[in-house]
């Protein structure tokens, strides 16, 4: 009987040796998971509280660089602005500058994408002679995107003509609704 009573102790003895390395590696697992959970928080925190720093940091450089250089930006506006008003007037008033080769009763202003169209012959006789798309640029300026894109366009000869007459195409939008075709 006490032979069997040791093999009982020995099984009891390796059973709790085996719960309580089991329980060991699940509280050592559970401990390290709630260590990197712990981690990752402080580390948003940290990440979190920098990028505010950093924001603040920026703010103050941005309103120091202002500050120290507001007379260069503000001495620097007036002759952009004045520059700018300069080209408006100019487009307006370059039909009736001296040089210009083109009747100014046969210029048009658009403005933009392009300053102006010259339709070349008009006012002289019925028949034209040449349609004339002008861009004025005084100083320095250079052509935008949008008119390189217009003067490739001319340059291309991707140019047409159409004619629009809105009653006609309200109508063809009514018949076409009603199922029937426009005469």
């Known amino acids: 009987m006490s032979e069997q009573l040791g093999i009982l102790f020995l099984v009891l003895f390796v059973v709790a040796a085996a719960i309580c390395i089991y329980l060991s590696i699940t509280m050592s697992r559970r401990v390290q998971m709630g260590i990197n959970r712990w981690r990752n928080e402080e580390r948003q925190a940290l990440e979190t509280q920098l990028r505010h720093l950093a924001d603040s940091d920026a703010r103050m450089q941005i309103e120091r660089w202002k500050q120290e250089h507001e007379q260069e930006i503000r001495l620097d506006a007036i002759p952009r602005s004045s520059a700018v008003t300069r080209g408006k007037v100019t487009e307006h008033i370059v039909p009736y500058l001296p040089g210009f080769d083109l009747d100014p009763k046969d210029i048009r202003f658009l403005g933009t994408p392009i300053d102006l169209i010259a339709f070349k012959g008009l006012n002289a ?28 366009a001319v340059e291309e000869k991707k140019v047409s003509w159409r004619v629009f007459n809105p009653d006609l195409e309200v109508n063809a939008v009514a018949y076409a609704a009603a199922g029937e075709s426009h005469p």
């Open 125 to 152: 006789s019925a028949e034209l002679v040449e349609i004339v798309f002008i861009e004025v640029k005084t100083g320095r300026s250079v052509l935008s995107a949008r008119e390189k894109a217009v003067k490739k």
